[in-house]
């Protein structure tokens, strides 16, 4: 979607605290050891001064969210993101492969998975926490989404919560929350903005498992783990379009962290990872109050150049069909773009992803765009947004 802010607006230092106390949720998604990039992101949001005022996850963002919600340091955070090893996570079900073989409900047993839970999170129940925190999790009996935290699902334990959101179907058993059977939230939301930014004056969503999806050649032969966490990717990527693709208020930071090039399941980056969530949150954090103020949309916004390498397009109109407002073929049935230049955020764009020949590219012309007062709208009406995919 796209929409038009003012170019001359003043700047804010990135380096000074911020006073002025807002409602906050900060968002964590799901993505395997790529969320370790979270704990950059909480370093930085300290720094900056931004005290969250619900912190709600799905998978490893639940994990990080619970250890922040119970006032864990972030060095301690990444003492621990450090030290974590493989054999402290996975530990094959070999006995229950081989005798219940596949009614068995795992690949991986559950008690290492839960006994780094129990390090991290806490024992107490959701209404013993300082902070408001919120679990996403799947239901896995009824299909439908459970996010424990919320009103009425503040009873139960925070360990049982955050077990099942980090249970990857296939390979965890699923977790009992409080007599419910829940899976990985990812299942169905793997960014939970949408319940997380109820009362809120902005949200801060960090996307870390599902915004970027580069291509993998070597997928064919990467085996069972590698394709199975592929195609949730993919499907956590699409699913998460959607609320993106219709985001009204309260104002969204999107900070989308450079780890598409790292593994789900990679001890070797940590380092890496805790500097890219700091790195990427510092920058997309530099015009907070200026979002707020806005109100609308998602941030940061920056001028972006559509281009189409015409003897690459084969006339497909996939992207057309999916982006009617900004795609269009001409009489040689070449896509061309209505809007050459447009201002996106991080949602945007996903329809050049799609072109099966690589012919559509977005350059990055100049820094973010950002307002710097809010807009002159009538709040009962609806801004107009365009639909990229």
């Known amino acids: 979607m796209t929409r038009r802010t003012p170019h001359n607006v003043s700047r804010v230092s990135p380096g000074k605290p911020r006073r002025k106390a807002h409602k906050i949720a900060v968002v964590l998604g799901g993505g395997g050891l790529k969320g370790f990039a979270h704990i950059g992101v909480f370093r930085a949001l300290k720094e900056l001064g931004i005290v969250p005022t619900v912190v709600s996850g799905t998978s ?15 060095a301690e955070m990444a003492d621990r993101a450090r030290a974590l090893q493989r054999r402290d996570l996975f530990r094959l079900n070999r006995m229950g492969m081989l005798l219940e073989r596949q009614h068995s409900p795992a ?58 959101s980090c249970a990857l179907p296939g390979f965890y058993p699923p977790g009992n929350v409080d007599g419910r059977l829940c899976v990985d939230g990812g299942v169905i939301d793997n960014l939970p903005v949408t319940i997380s930014s109820l009362g809120m004056d902005a949200v801060i969503a960090v996307d870390t498992g599902s915004g970027d999806m580069e291509p993998e050649n070597d997928i064919a032969t990467a085996g069972f783990a590698s394709i199975y966490t592929r195609a949730a990717n993919t499907m956590m990527h699409a699913l998460q379009l959607v609320p993106f693709g219709a985001w009204t208020r309260p104002a969204m930071i999107l900070i989308r962290p450079k780890v598409s090039h790292i593994g789900w399941f990679s001890f070797s ?3 890496e990872l805790l500097a890219a969530g700091y790195t990427a949150a510092m920058e997309a954090c530099k015009h907070y109050e200026e979002c707020i103020a806005w109100g609308i949309g998602v941030f940061p916004r920056r001028a972006m150049q559509i281009t189409v390498d015409r003897a690459k397009c084969i006339g497909c ?31 945007d764009g996903d329809f050049i992803h799609h072109c099966p020949t690589y012919a559509i590219a977005a350059t990055r012309l100049d820094a973010e765009s950002v307002p710097s007062a809010p807009p002159t709208v009538d709040p009962t009406r609806e801004p107009t947004t365009r639909k990229t995919g």
Not at 60 to 74: C, F
Not at 150 to 161: K, W
Not at 335 to 344: F, G, K
């Open 60 to 74: 490893i963002g639940a994990l990080i969210g619970a250890a922040y919600a119970r006032g864990m340091p972030v």
């Open 317 to 347: 109109t996939l992207c057309t069909a999916m982006a009617p407002d900004l795609m269009a073929m001409d009489s040689q049935h070449k896509a061309y773009p209505l809007q050459p230049v447009v201002e996106w955020s991080p949602a």
């Open 107 to 164: 690949i991986y047993l559950e008690e290492p998975l839960r006994n780094v839970v129990k390090a991290v999170a806490t024992e107490k129940r959701f209404d013993q926490l300082k902070t408001t925190l919120l679990v996403n999790t799947v239901d896995i009996q009824r299909g439908t989404q459970m996010v424990w935290g919320l009103p009425g699902l503040r009873h139960a334990s925070v360990v049982d919560a955050v077990y099942a």
């Open 269 to 271: 980056n940590t380092d």
